[in-house]
């Protein structure tokens, strides 16, 4: 089928734009692409989390900071993101001997909040479908494109698929992105993933005679040098923790083991990657956002924050452009790329300095004369 058909009488046919992935970069880019009048039609593998009574993620909650309420502020979202979620002005560091130790982010009053992942994807989608020039389907499955015409092959559910054609494809189908792979197959495109030796599994922390179990606004850390534990607050007074350890470690966990005593293992623990390329796009038909262009490991928390950057960097690109996309393309690649390849660095750093570096008295002692 073609994609959204132009209402007769339209002199001036405007461009479609295929966001491929609904995760959370790709609900706010197709907000930002409708907001200037694009034909958006968004393409997600899983069916409509609003419906679903299971909502897999790579994480129940995650930190929002600056740079991505920057980004939601530009499509109208930022207040109702930030009503939902719970301000965290400090990392509370958690000793052995039991001490509590709070770090502060920034300044008095400076803050990141904690927000629920399967919320702010829903809030998102359901933003995105305002746009009357927004169609969000979800069970489409990509599986292939070609970078020549911009053709691209989606698989359904009930074993069939569907061909459909757009002027621009925005790849925002996460670290594992299917985009990508043409990329891959082409000339001069620098790749390179990094699995890193821990793992993460979390776990859930119920709250005592319904209050939080701990003080609410902080990021808990417990910070053990080999392996760390953090804790992110959720409005219903739970904390979600997320333990870090080396896979070795956690395989040495074994239902006899004296850990079953206090958790219950039910998943695996997951893998995390690192993946840096260049360059984002491919002529004026492909561009790469979010963790397809640039998935880091969590420790900065700053993944799904740059990835909204991604939205309003490329937003502004366009408006200098003035919506030429073979030039504004190649002008994303060369603002952006140095930018998350410094995200990644970043986040690949705080991997030591989280779980170790913090554990130190000269840290703390540099912390607190720095009011970083
Ligand atoms: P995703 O969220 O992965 O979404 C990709 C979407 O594409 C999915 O909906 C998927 O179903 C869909 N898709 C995949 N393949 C296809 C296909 N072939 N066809 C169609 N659709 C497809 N970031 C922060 O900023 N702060 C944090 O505190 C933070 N904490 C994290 C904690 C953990 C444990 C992890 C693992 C990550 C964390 N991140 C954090 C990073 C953040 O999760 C990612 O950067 C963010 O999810 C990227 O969004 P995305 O939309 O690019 O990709």
Redesign the pocket.
């Known amino acids: 089928r073609s994609t959204m058909e132009e209402p007769s009488g339209t002199h001036t046919k405007r461009k479609v734009v295929a966001v ?8 706010l880019n197709a907000c930002y692409f409708a907001q200037r009048g694009f034909n958006v039609e968004v ?4 069916e409509d989390i609003r419906q679903a009574k299971i909502v897999r ?3 129940i ?5 600056h740079r ?1 309420r920057q980004a939601l502020k530009h499509v109208g979202m930022e207040e109702k993101i930030v009503s939902q979620g719970i301000p965290m002005h400090a990392r509370m560091i958690h000793s052995l001997s039991g001490k509590q130790s709070p770090i502060p982010y920034g300044k008095k009053g400076q803050y990141i909040l904690s927000v629920d ?1 399967a919320n702010l ?1 829903k809030e998102l989608l359901t933003e995105a479908e305002k746009y009357p020039n927004a169609k969000l389907n979800f069970d ?4 292939d494109w070609s970078p020549e015409t911009g053709l691209m092959t ?1 698989a359904r559910s009930d074993g069939s698929t569907e061909h459909i054609e757009a002027d621009l494809i925005v790849g ?8 990508r792979k043409q990329f891959l197959r082409r000339s001069r495109f620098n790749y390179s993933q990094t699995y890193i030796p821990h793992g ?1 599994m ?1 776990l859930t922390m119920p709250p005592i005679d319904g209050e939080f179990a701990m003080k609410p606004n902080y990021l808990h850390i417990w910070p053990r040098n080999t392996f760390m534990m953090i804790a ?1 607050p959720n409005l219903d007074k739970t904390f979600t923790c ?1 333990l870090f350890m080396p896979f070795e470690e956690f395989e040495k966990i074994t239902m006899t083991s004296s850990a079953s005593h206090f958790y219950y293992f039910r998943l695996p623990a ?1 893998a ?1 990657v690192s993946v840096k390329c260049s360059p984002y796009h491919i002529g004026d038909k492909c561009v790469l ?4 262009a640039h ?2 490991v ?1 420790f900065y ?7 909204f950057e991604d939205c309003i960097v490329f937003d502004e690109i366009l408006n200098q452009f003035d919506e030429d996309l073979s030039a504004a393309l190649p002008e994303y690649t060369r603002v952006r790329v140095p930018d998350d390849h410094a995200i990644a660095d970043l986040a690949m750093y705080n991997y030591i300095e989280m779980r170790a570096h913090v554990n130190s008295k000269w840290f703390l002692f540099r912390k607190h004369v720095d009011n970083i």
């Open positions: 491929v992935g609904g995760g959370l970069v790709g609900s393409f997600e593998t899983r993620g790579r994480s909650n995650l930190a929002l900071s991505g992942r994807n489409h499955k990509l599986q989606f925002c189908d996460g670290a594992f992105s299917a985009i993460y979390e992110l997320t997951q995390m956002m979010g963790d397809a998935a880091v969590p928390g700053q993944g799904m924050n740059a990835g």
